[in-house]
Protein backbone atom coordinates (compact mmCIF):
# COMPACT_ATOMS: atom_id res chain seq x y z
CA UNK A 1 0.00 0.00 0.00
CA UNK A 2 1.38 3.61 -0.54
CA UNK A 3 1.84 5.08 2.36
CA UNK A 4 1.62 8.67 0.55
CA UNK A 5 -1.58 7.94 -0.46
CA UNK A 6 -3.94 11.11 0.84
CA UNK A 7 -7.10 10.15 1.25
CA UNK A 8 -8.11 13.20 3.35
CA UNK A 9 -9.73 14.64 0.02
CA UNK A 10 -12.02 11.43 -0.48
CA UNK A 11 -12.73 11.23 3.19
CA UNK A 12 -14.10 14.77 3.12
CA UNK A 13 -15.43 13.92 -0.02
CA UNK A 14 -17.49 10.87 1.21
CA UNK A 15 -19.10 12.39 4.51
CA UNK A 16 -20.39 15.60 2.66
CA UNK A 17 -21.79 13.05 0.20
CA UNK A 18 -23.19 10.63 2.64
CA UNK A 19 -24.30 12.93 5.25
CA UNK A 20 -26.72 15.02 2.41
CA UNK A 21 -28.08 11.73 0.75
CA UNK A 22 -28.35 10.59 4.49
CA UNK A 23 -30.61 13.75 5.67
CA UNK A 24 -32.65 12.53 2.74
CA UNK A 25 -32.79 9.23 2.47
CA UNK A 26 -34.77 6.24 5.13
CA UNK A 27 -32.38 3.48 6.49
CA UNK A 28 -33.12 0.98 4.36
CA UNK A 29 -32.47 -1.69 6.99
CA UNK A 30 -34.80 -0.07 9.11
CA UNK A 31 -37.68 0.05 6.82
CA UNK A 32 -37.28 -3.49 5.89
CA UNK A 33 -37.42 -5.07 9.30
CA UNK A 34 -40.69 -2.24 9.69
CA UNK A 35 -42.13 -4.05 6.48
CA UNK A 36 -41.38 -7.51 8.05
CA UNK A 37 -43.00 -6.51 11.09
CA UNK A 38 -46.05 -5.16 9.25
CA UNK A 39 -46.17 -8.70 7.24
CA UNK A 40 -45.92 -10.50 10.42
CA UNK A 41 -48.66 -8.96 12.07
CA UNK A 42 -51.04 -9.56 9.24
CA UNK A 43 -49.88 -12.90 8.35
CA UNK A 44 -47.87 -14.41 11.37
CA UNK A 45 -46.30 -17.31 9.57
CA UNK A 46 -45.29 -18.70 12.83
CA UNK A 47 -47.95 -19.06 15.84
CA UNK A 48 -47.91 -16.26 18.01
CA UNK A 49 -48.05 -17.18 21.35
CA UNK A 50 -52.00 -16.66 22.78
CA UNK A 51 -50.83 -13.55 25.62
CA UNK A 52 -49.75 -11.62 22.49
CA UNK A 53 -50.97 -8.60 22.36
CA UNK A 54 -51.82 -7.31 18.83
CA UNK A 55 -52.54 -3.86 20.13
CA UNK A 56 -48.49 -3.67 21.48
CA UNK A 57 -47.80 -5.08 18.01
CA UNK A 58 -49.61 -2.91 15.81
CA UNK A 59 -48.43 0.50 18.14
CA UNK A 60 -44.72 -0.12 17.34
CA UNK A 61 -44.92 -1.10 14.28
CA UNK A 62 -47.16 2.49 13.70
CA UNK A 63 -44.04 4.26 16.14
CA UNK A 64 -41.26 2.57 13.41
CA UNK A 65 -42.69 4.27 10.71
CA UNK A 66 -43.00 7.19 12.48
CA UNK A 67 -39.48 7.17 13.37
CA UNK A 68 -38.56 5.91 9.62
CA UNK A 69 -40.50 8.95 8.42
CA UNK A 70 -39.06 11.27 10.77
CA UNK A 71 -35.17 10.61 10.18
CA UNK A 72 -35.54 12.10 6.60
CA UNK A 73 -39.02 13.83 6.33
CA UNK A 74 -39.09 16.11 9.31
CA UNK A 75 -37.48 19.34 7.81
CA UNK A 76 -40.46 18.75 4.21
CA UNK A 77 -43.30 20.18 5.99
CA UNK A 78 -44.91 16.94 5.89
CA UNK A 79 -47.32 16.07 8.12
CA UNK A 80 -45.96 13.10 9.39
CA UNK A 81 -47.93 12.41 11.80
CA UNK A 82 -51.26 12.62 9.80
CA UNK A 83 -50.13 10.38 7.37
CA UNK A 84 -49.11 7.33 9.73
CA UNK A 85 -52.55 7.91 11.31
CA UNK A 86 -53.88 7.82 7.64
CA UNK A 87 -52.20 4.90 6.84
CA UNK A 88 -53.27 2.61 9.71
CA UNK A 89 -56.98 3.70 9.52
CA UNK A 90 -56.54 1.73 6.35
CA UNK A 91 -54.36 -0.98 7.11
CA UNK A 92 -57.82 -2.91 7.11
CA UNK A 93 -58.68 -2.17 4.08
CA UNK A 94 -55.53 -3.35 2.83
CA UNK A 95 -55.80 -6.71 4.62
CA UNK A 96 -59.15 -7.21 3.22
CA UNK A 97 -58.02 -6.59 -0.35
CA UNK A 98 -54.86 -8.93 -0.32
CA UNK A 99 -57.44 -11.74 1.26
CA UNK A 100 -59.60 -11.24 -1.76
CA UNK A 101 -56.12 -11.57 -4.10
CA UNK A 102 -55.19 -14.83 -1.90
CA UNK A 103 -58.62 -16.20 -2.51
CA UNK A 104 -58.03 -15.50 -6.02
CA UNK A 105 -54.83 -17.18 -6.55
CA UNK A 106 -56.26 -20.34 -4.27
CA UNK A 107 -59.00 -20.69 -6.47
CA UNK A 108 -57.29 -20.24 -9.85
CA UNK A 109 -54.36 -22.31 -8.62
CA UNK A 110 -54.73 -26.38 -9.33
CA UNK A 111 -50.79 -26.81 -7.45
CA UNK A 112 -52.90 -24.47 -4.36
CA UNK A 113 -54.05 -26.64 -1.42
CA UNK A 114 -55.19 -23.79 0.59
CA UNK A 115 -55.37 -20.17 0.98
CA UNK A 116 -53.17 -19.72 4.03
CA UNK A 117 -50.47 -22.16 2.17
CA UNK A 118 -50.51 -19.28 -0.75
CA UNK A 119 -50.31 -16.64 2.05
CA UNK A 120 -47.62 -18.04 3.64
CA UNK A 121 -45.51 -19.54 0.67
CA UNK A 122 -46.15 -18.02 -2.49
CA UNK A 123 -43.98 -15.34 -3.92
CA UNK A 124 -46.36 -13.85 -5.93
CA UNK A 125 -48.73 -12.99 -3.59
CA UNK A 126 -45.84 -11.56 -1.10
CA UNK A 127 -45.19 -9.42 -4.22
CA UNK A 128 -48.81 -8.13 -4.49
CA UNK A 129 -49.33 -7.78 -0.32
CA UNK A 130 -45.73 -5.52 -0.89
CA UNK A 131 -46.99 -3.65 -3.47
CA UNK A 132 -50.78 -2.63 -1.59
CA UNK A 133 -48.67 -1.25 1.38
CA UNK A 134 -45.84 0.57 -0.77
CA UNK A 135 -48.34 1.90 -3.17
CA UNK A 136 -50.42 3.61 -0.47
CA UNK A 137 -47.54 4.91 0.72
CA UNK A 138 -46.63 6.19 -2.21
CA UNK A 139 -50.86 7.60 -2.59
CA UNK A 140 -49.96 9.69 0.71
CA UNK A 141 -47.08 11.70 -0.85
CA UNK A 142 -44.03 9.57 0.86
CA UNK A 143 -41.21 9.48 -0.98
CA UNK A 144 -38.02 7.08 -1.61
CA UNK A 145 -39.55 4.37 1.52
CA UNK A 146 -41.92 3.01 -1.49
CA UNK A 147 -39.09 1.96 -3.59
CA UNK A 148 -37.38 0.50 -1.20
CA UNK A 149 -39.91 -1.54 -0.41
CA UNK A 150 -40.73 -2.87 -3.64
CA UNK A 151 -37.20 -3.12 -4.51
CA UNK A 152 -36.76 -5.33 -1.30
CA UNK A 153 -39.98 -7.20 -2.53
CA UNK A 154 -37.96 -7.36 -6.19
CA UNK A 155 -35.29 -9.57 -4.80
CA UNK A 156 -37.23 -11.66 -2.80
CA UNK A 157 -39.40 -12.78 -5.72
CA UNK A 158 -38.08 -11.31 -8.90
CA UNK A 159 -41.45 -9.34 -9.35
CA UNK A 160 -40.45 -5.89 -10.07
CA UNK A 161 -43.63 -3.70 -9.44
CA UNK A 162 -43.12 -0.06 -9.23
CA UNK A 163 -45.65 1.35 -5.98
CA UNK A 164 -46.83 3.72 -8.30
CA UNK A 165 -48.80 0.77 -10.62
CA UNK A 166 -52.24 1.42 -10.38
CA UNK A 167 -53.75 -2.47 -9.79
CA UNK A 168 -57.31 -3.45 -8.68
CA UNK A 169 -58.78 -6.03 -6.50
CA UNK A 170 -58.62 -9.22 -6.65
CA UNK A 171 -55.24 -9.52 -8.61
CA UNK A 172 -52.92 -13.03 -9.36
CA UNK A 173 -49.50 -13.16 -10.05
CA UNK A 174 -48.75 -17.07 -10.59
CA UNK A 175 -45.23 -18.47 -10.34
CA UNK A 176 -44.06 -14.69 -10.79
CA UNK A 177 -40.65 -14.45 -11.56
CA UNK A 178 -39.53 -12.27 -14.08
CA UNK A 179 -42.73 -10.11 -14.26
CA UNK A 180 -42.04 -6.08 -15.02
CA UNK A 181 -44.97 -3.98 -14.01
CA UNK A 182 -44.14 -0.01 -14.54
CA UNK A 183 -45.30 2.95 -13.00
CA UNK A 184 -47.89 4.19 -15.18
CA UNK A 185 -49.36 0.83 -15.36
CA UNK A 186 -53.43 0.46 -14.90
CA UNK A 187 -54.64 -2.99 -14.32
CA UNK A 188 -58.40 -3.42 -13.53
CA UNK A 189 -59.81 -6.15 -11.38
CA UNK A 190 -59.82 -9.73 -11.70
CA UNK A 191 -56.65 -10.08 -13.36
CA UNK A 192 -53.76 -12.63 -14.06
CA UNK A 193 -50.46 -12.44 -14.73
CA UNK A 194 -48.22 -15.30 -15.11
CA UNK A 195 -44.28 -15.45 -15.21
CA UNK A 196 -42.14 -13.38 -17.48
CA UNK A 197 -44.64 -10.76 -18.58
CA UNK A 198 -43.63 -7.47 -18.65
CA UNK A 199 -46.11 -4.54 -19.06
CA UNK A 200 -43.58 -1.49 -19.67
CA UNK A 201 -43.25 1.55 -22.11
CA UNK A 202 -42.46 1.98 -25.81
CA UNK A 203 -40.00 5.27 -24.80
CA UNK A 204 -37.96 5.73 -21.89
CA UNK A 205 -36.64 9.36 -21.95
CA UNK A 206 -36.52 11.30 -18.63
CA UNK A 207 -38.79 14.10 -20.37
CA UNK A 208 -41.76 11.99 -20.43
CA UNK A 209 -42.06 11.20 -16.87
CA UNK A 210 -44.95 12.76 -16.05
CA UNK A 211 -46.36 10.89 -18.86
CA UNK A 212 -48.29 7.84 -18.95
CA UNK A 213 -46.00 5.19 -20.54
CA UNK A 214 -47.18 1.88 -19.97
CA UNK A 215 -50.40 -0.23 -20.57
CA UNK A 216 -53.87 -0.15 -19.29
CA UNK A 217 -55.11 -3.90 -18.67
CA UNK A 218 -59.18 -3.62 -18.18
CA UNK A 219 -61.24 -6.52 -16.07
CA UNK A 220 -61.02 -10.10 -16.44
CA UNK A 221 -57.60 -10.74 -18.53
CA UNK A 222 -55.47 -12.90 -18.25
CA UNK A 223 -52.09 -12.33 -19.61
CA UNK A 224 -49.57 -15.66 -19.66
CA UNK A 225 -45.86 -16.36 -19.51
CA UNK A 226 -43.18 -14.41 -21.00
CA UNK A 227 -45.80 -11.85 -22.88
CA UNK A 228 -44.30 -8.45 -23.47
CA UNK A 229 -46.83 -5.51 -23.65
CA UNK A 230 -45.66 -1.81 -23.93
CA UNK A 231 -46.94 1.44 -24.83
CA UNK A 232 -49.28 4.14 -22.59
CA UNK A 233 -51.74 4.29 -24.93
CA UNK A 234 -51.82 0.13 -25.81
CA UNK A 235 -55.44 -0.73 -23.65
CA UNK A 236 -56.10 -4.74 -23.60
CA UNK A 237 -59.84 -4.92 -23.35
CA UNK A 238 -62.27 -6.49 -20.88
CA UNK A 239 -62.25 -10.24 -20.94
CA UNK A 240 -59.22 -10.84 -22.73
CA UNK A 241 -56.92 -13.59 -22.78
CA UNK A 242 -53.12 -12.97 -23.97
CA UNK A 243 -51.25 -15.77 -24.88
CA UNK A 244 -47.42 -16.84 -23.58
CA UNK A 245 -44.72 -15.25 -25.51
CA UNK A 246 -46.79 -12.37 -27.30
CA UNK A 247 -45.11 -9.14 -28.23
CA UNK A 248 -47.92 -5.74 -28.33
CA UNK A 249 -47.56 -2.80 -28.59
CA UNK A 250 -50.77 -2.00 -29.89
CA UNK A 251 -54.56 -2.28 -28.42
CA UNK A 252 -56.69 -5.29 -28.26
CA UNK A 253 -60.30 -5.24 -27.78
CA UNK A 254 -62.80 -6.57 -25.38
CA UNK A 255 -63.36 -10.43 -25.67
CA UNK A 256 -60.42 -10.88 -27.81
CA UNK A 257 -57.90 -14.02 -27.57
CA UNK A 258 -54.34 -13.22 -28.73
CA UNK A 259 -51.80 -16.37 -29.36
CA UNK A 260 -48.80 -16.80 -30.67
CA UNK A 261 -48.28 -19.44 -32.94
CA UNK A 262 -46.37 -19.08 -36.60
CA UNK A 263 -47.95 -15.88 -36.84
CA UNK A 264 -50.11 -13.69 -34.21
CA UNK A 265 -53.72 -14.42 -34.70
CA UNK A 266 -56.37 -12.46 -32.91
CA UNK A 267 -59.39 -13.76 -32.38
CA UNK A 268 -62.42 -11.72 -30.93
CA UNK A 269 -64.79 -13.83 -29.17
CA UNK A 270 -68.60 -13.12 -29.31
CA UNK A 271 -70.10 -10.87 -26.76
CA UNK A 272 -72.49 -12.43 -24.37
Known amino acids: MNKNLNTKSLISLLKTTHNAEWEATPSSNDAIAWLDGLIQFLFPSNHLPKSTSYEGILKKNQIDLENILLSYLEPSGIDIEGVVDHFYSSLEGIYQNLRLDANKINAYDPASHSVNEVIVSYPGFYAIAVYRIANHLSRLG ?37 IVIGSTTIIGKNVSIYQGVTLGALQVAKDLAETKRHPTVEDNVIIYARTTILGGDTVIGNNSVIGGSVFLTKSVEPNSQVFNTHQLRIVHKSSQ
Not at 143 to 161: F, M, Q
Open 142 to 178: IPVLPRILSEYAHGKTGVDIHPNAQIGVPFMIDHGTG
